[in-house]
Antibody, heavy 124, light 110 residues
Framework: QVQLQESGPGLVKPSETLSLTCTVSGGSISSYYWSWIRQPPGKGLEWIGYIYYSGSTNYNPSLKSRVTISVDTSKNQFSLKLSSVTAADTAVYYC??????????????????WGKGTTVTVSS | QSVLTQPPSVSAAPGQKVTISCSGSSSNIGNNYVSWYQQLPGTAPKLLIYENNKRPSGIPDRFSGSKSGTSATLGITGLQTGDEADYYCGTWDSSLFYVVFGGGTKLTVL
């Protein structure tokens, strides 16, 4: 059974870079898409972006200038970097295995396995 | 402001049925598949419905999904107190070229 675990600092200073890693266990990172999603306190879900195991990426336009998602297949891990953080980036960050494709011009995108999430607070 | 619109809250008594709506546009719900997620208090979201109406293994058939035009609906029958959670719809937006979510609906089982 595939499991995902987020890891990284729980506290980041304003203007610095948030760095998180998601470790995939119980299965291979290959042949799947992998997403990062965040949830500010008391608010809804916000999609950050995805990476395919081969390295192709796509990001939320509102975060694109600050986000980098990368993958390390040898470690079965993928990572998130978010630069120039502010208090607005305080959130629970989730990683998720993703099924993404298109059939007859209809896209399907869903996250079937989620990590438990990690809280990141941006504060000096 | 979410791209997809959900009611902030719904409520119903145990054993009853409830529906949660998710409204979008032709660039998202109208021409792509919808998924639904359940988020119990203090936990990560969990996939409930994918590709409009399919249930992952282990999801009881009390949960159902449907789509018509630019709207989707999550139905829950035989409500239990354990169903109290936030529910989110999500889909791909072909114009924006990224994933969009609804703002979430809080279900209260009275």
């Amino acid at each position: 059974q595939v499991q995902l675990q987020e890891s990284g600092p729980g506290l980041v200073k304003p203007s610095e870079t948030l760095s998180l890693t998601c470790t995939v266990s119980g299965g291979s990172i290959s042949s799947y898409y992998w997403s990062w999603i965040r949830q500010p306190p008391g608010k809804g879900l916000e999609w950050i972006g995805y990476i395919y195991y081969s390295g192709s990426t796509n990001y939320n336009p509102s975060l694109k200038s600050r986000v980098t998602i990368s993958v390390d297949t040898s470690k079965n891990q993928f990572s998130l970097k978010l630069s120039s953080v502010t208090a607005a980036d305080t959130a629970v960050y989730y990683c998720a295995r993703t099924i993404f494709g298109v059939v007859n011009y209809y896209y399907y995108y869903y996250m079937d396995v989620w990590g438990k999430g990690t809280t990141v607070t941006v504060s000096s | 402001q979410s791209v997809l619109t959900q009611p902030p809250s719904v409520s119903a008594a145990p054993g009853q049925k409830v529906t949660i709506s998710c409204s979008g546009s032709s660039s998202n719900i109208g021409n792509n598949y919808v998924s639904w997620y359940q988020q119990l208090p203090g936990t990560a979201p969990k996939l409930l419905i994918y590709e409009n109406n399919k249930r992952p293994s282990g999801i009881p058939d009390r949960f159902s999904g449907s789509k018509s035009g630019t709207s989707a609906t999550l139905g829950i029958t035989g409500l239990q107190t354990g169903d109290e959670a936030d529910y989110y719809c999500g889909t791909w937006d072909s114009s924006l070229f990224y994933v969009v979510f609804g703002g979430g609906t809080k279900l209260t089982v009275l």
